[in-house]
Structure formats: structure tokens, C-alpha cells
């Protein structure tokens, strides 16, 4: 079965300025691991994808559109 978000973690990610630690929910760290940081953008994108809302309350499908555009949760790993 897919995962969801609930809807207060997704109201949370919508909202905006979450440091990109918390956005994907990894350790605060000078040093990271790459593929630590690809995992947790990959893991969180696809968490918030507004497909993965469609059909449920327009509400949660607006959040998820909200929270994708805030970079999936994230930043752009490629760019590391």
C-alpha cells in the first residue's frame, strides 16, 4: 500500500521555510552522504506528489501541489 502523508505533515511542508534538513528529514551535519541526501529527496518528492492525492479533499491535493513546489521537500541534489 502506498504512503501518505497525514494531513498536518503535509500542511507542515506546504507552509514554507523548513530549513532543507528538515525538509528531508536527514541529521543536521556539516558532512553529508550523497546518496543519503538523493534517498531523502527522492523519498520526500514522492511523498508530496499531487498525484499521489488525486481523488482524496481538494484540500490535500492544494497542499501537495504547495509543498512539490517547495522543491519536493528540498533542495536540488544534483546540484551538490
Known amino acids: 500500500a502506498a504512503v501518505s502523508l497525514s494531513p498536518s505533515e503535509l500542511r507542515e511542508l506546504a507552509r514554507g521555510p523548513l530549513d532543507h534538513f528538515q525538509r528531508l528529514g536527514v541529521e543536521r551535519r ?3 552522504q ?3 541526501l538523493e534517498d531523502a529527496y527522492v523519498r520526500k518528492s514522492a511523498l508530496v506528489h499531487p498525484d ?4 482524496q479533499d481538494a484540500s490535500l491535493t492544494a497542499l501537495a501541489q504547495q ?4 522543491g519536493g521537500g528540498s533542495c536540488h541534489v544534483s546540484g551538490l
Open 30 to 32: 556539516w558532512e553529508q
Open 52 to 55: 499521489r492525492y488525486v481523488g
Open 34 to 36: 550523497r546518496s543519503e
Open 67 to 70: 509543498a512539490s513546489s517547495h
